[in-house]
């Protein structure tokens, strides 16, 4: 549990200079994962040091794999090849991260032992019944709370078998769990998605030497092909560049460099939608780390305006709705989003938290089954505001604070610390 933490975030003038933006929490948690499995020595930089990653790594330190840290954001992980890892002799508790939970069923499903895993109040709340199923077509052993969807997950695996599986939706972490039991057993195992989600499981695996396919609608795996050490450098989070882009739209006189993000196409949606509502970002220096397209992101005060969004996009931004809002809230005219019902089952139901939080400070926001409906420009005020232990909650609301008319406090805001720990440093050096 976090200790309860309130921020009081004051409205400003303008933002100028530059951010560095950590490192992208996707890709540490599948760079420490990978590395595990790989044989021999890998050295991870740009690390996201976020408490949701440091949940997958004491996972698989406790099954044996030995890490050296080398640095404020690096780290030497020995991997156990395929067959190495030991059964972990305690419940695992993967704290308030999806990823790592449902990653970590695809990698367990395989492993000839006994686990349990288990997370925070949040994430014994969110539906796992979703990467049960597709394993348990390959043969391994769940057993779950609530009829077998929901954490504590006790896992007996092993015995299992590729295949094939057609999501009915579009999550990363599906297609990740499928395609990470898939790969260690032999034959080739298939997943198809409605639309493409962040692929990054595809192309780090075959950064390592996976047998990986993608193709439009999916990605197979070839199994048993072993993985090799890596160096892997992680470029910035565009999830946690997505609130200074916002920020810097939004104020006045503002001008921001966010330097090193990840510009991924299956991530890089909130860039579209931004764009599309008349904001100014500009893509400098673009270049490759690890398979990974990275830019700098040169943003502009801007006169937003508002647009449909749903379809493709949505998967393609899956996380940047909270602060997708607050730019629709400061746009004129009126913003729709739809196809979002996912925004229900995340760290909380985001379309309930964002409407509750911004019109409690004047939006005109309004639900919407798969969505929301925002009216922008409505003068905002203060307020105090609950995150609901939702990182992307607290942290959105703290951009809306910057563009209101007067202060407002936030309250239960250590949890941004699961994926942006200097958020808030940052935001008081700009804000
Ligand atoms: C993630 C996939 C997305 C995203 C989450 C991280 C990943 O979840 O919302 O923050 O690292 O694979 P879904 O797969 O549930 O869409």
């Known amino acids: 549990m976090h200790k309860v933490e309130t921020k009081t975030v004051l409205p400003t003038t303008n933002l100028t200079g530059e951010i560095t933006i950590p490192g992208d929490k996707s890709i540490s948690h599948r760079a420490i994962m990978f590395a595990s499995l790989a044989q021999g020595k890998s050295r991870i930089s740009g690390l996201l040091r976020g408490e949701d990653c440091m949940s997958t790594l004491h996972a698989f330190e406790q099954m044996g794999v030995k890490v050296e840290e080398a640095g404020d954001d690096e780290l030497i992980v020995h991997g156990r090849g395929l067959d190495g890892l030991q059964e972990p002799d305690s419940v695992v508790d993967c704290g308030n991260s999806g990823t790592t939970m449902r990653l970590m069923s695809g990698i367990l499903a395989a492993q000839p032992f006994f686990s349990v895993l288990t997370g925070d109040q949040y994430l014994r709340q969110r539906p796992m019944g979703r990467v049960i199923k597709p394993l348990s077509e390959m043969g391994a052993k769940f057993l779950g709370r609530a009829d077998n969807s929901k954490a504590p997950l006790a896992i007996s695996g092993g015995a299992i078998k590729s295949g094939t599986y057609h999501s009915p939706i579009a999550s990363a972490q599906v297609k990740s769990a499928v395609l990470l039991a898939g790969m260690q057993v032999e034959g080739v195992t298939t997943v198809y998605e409605p639309h493409l989600s962040r692929d990054h499981s595809e192309r780090m695996l075959r950064y390592f ?28 989070d565009i999830s946690s560049a997505a609130f200074f ?43 490759e780390l690890s398979g990974e397209p990275v830019a700098d992101l040169l943003v502009k005060s801007s006169d937003l305006h ?32 739809s196809d979002a019902k996912e925004l229900r089952v995340k760290e909380t139901d985001r379309i309930a938290a964002m409407c509750d939080s911004l019109s409690a400070i004047g939006a005109d926001i309004t639900p919407l089954d798969d969505g929301m409906r925002i009216v922008g420009g409505k003068p905002l005020h203060g307020g105090k505001i609950n995150s609901c232990g939702d990182h992307r909650i607290a942290m959105s609301m703290a951009i809306a604070a910057l563009g209101a008319s007067a202060e407002i406090e936030i309250n239960d805001t250590a949890c941004t610390a699961t994926s942006f720990p200097n958020f808030w440093e940052l935001l008081g050096q700009k804000g």
């Open 306 to 337: 508002g647009i449909d969004i749903g379809g493709e996009v949505i998967p393609r931004a899956i996380d940047e709705f909270p602060v997708v809002s607050v730019a629709a809230a400061f746009a004129s005219g009126t913003t729709t989003i």
């Open 209 to 236: 030497g996976a047998k990986i396919d993608s193709f439009a609608g999916g990605a197979s795996v070839t199994g048993r092909v072993q993985l090799t050490g890596q160096e892997v450098v992680v470029p910035g």
């Open 245 to 287: 882009l916002v920020a810097g739209l939004i104020v006045p006189n503002s001008e921001l460099l966010l330097k090193n993000v990840g510009i991924n196409p299956t991530r890089s949606g909130i860039i579209d939608i931004l764009q599309q509502m008349g904001g100014s970002i500009e893509l400098l220096n673009q270049r």
